[in-house]
């Protein structure tokens, strides 16, 4: 989970409509008011296209797009196309929240909470910061540590990124800066401007990739190389800067000495 920049409203969501699509909904709670092309692709751009809350891509698959009220509709028909209301969400998501009840029992909301301060990663699970209460309802509510769904997907992802960087250390520690070797200089820069990239917000499990990335000792063994050899560039810092605020880190991993073999 990654936090989301909610921007103003599509313009034709006016207030007009909004009291008309409400009050629609209050006469037939069957009535699914907010199922608007309109209001779906703002929902996609918001969260780049993925579930707000498991980061799975939305439209692949089984995984299309739903359309969660953050306050349940049946609750809180008054908030039924409430834009601050709307998320995006997998099916798997909406469905494990239902009606659940978040002016009660909060969960993590997005666009107003940073996942980062109540949540970490801990062997591709979700953990609570500290044992907070918002962020082990948030995990418990929508099953964000459910093993065949959420937690399968983001080890395969998680080691797949560790065997990379295994692979780039052992480019940098047998990459020699003074004999000319460009290609060798080239692929190693490539190589590690492919892994930030896992860490845009855009990316499926950006947060994870992000978590993963940091918290390996190869990547800060292999960063310090780089620095040294001055491969190091511009393009990589605001990439890692990405991953930086978004990573769910418990807290800081031992640096792999980048000259030990």
């Known amino acids: 989970m990654i936090r989301l920049n909610r921007r ?14 409400t009050e629609k909904y209050k006469e037939n709670r069957k009535a699914s008011v907010w199922d608007k092309p309109f209001i779906k692709k703002a929902l996609l751009e918001l969260s780049h296209g993925k579930c707000c809350y498991c980061e799975t891509k939305l439209g692949e698959e089984s995984k299309y797009l739903t359309v969660d009220h953050f306050h349940h509709k ?20 909406n469905s494990k929240k239902g009606t659940h009840n978040t002016y009660r029992y909060p969960v993590i909301n997005p666009t107003v909470d940073d996942p980062k301060e109540f949540l970490f990663f801990y062997n591709y699970n979700y953990k609570s910061r500290d044992q907070n209460e918002l962020g082990k309802t948030t995990i418990c509510t929508l099953g964000l540590n459910d093993t065949e769904k959420s937690v399968y997907p983001r080890t395969k992802i998680g080691e797949a990124i560790e065997r990379k960087l295994d692979e780039i250390y052992d480019k940098v520690q047998k990459y020699v800066p003074t004999d000319g070797d460009v290609r060798g200089k080239n692929k190693i820069i490539d190589s590690i401007n492919d892994m930030l990239s896992l860490a845009l917000p855009s990316k499926e ?57």
């Open 74 to 93: 049946n609750d809180y028909p008054d908030e039924v196309v409430v834009w601050e209301n709307l998320f995006p969400a997998c099916s798997r998501c």
């Open 205 to 261: 499990y950006s947060a994870l990739a992000a978590t993963v990335i940091l918290g390996d000792p190869d990547y800060a063994a292999i960063k310090s190389k780089m620095e040294e050899y001055d491969l190091w560039d511009e393009m990589l810092e605001r990439l890692e800067t990405h991953a930086k605020n978004i990573c769910l880190l418990q807290e800081p991993t031992a640096v792999r000495n980048a000259s030990s073999s």
């Open 8 to 21: 103003a409203a599509p313009s034709e969501l006016t207030e007009e409509l909004v009291h008309e699509l």
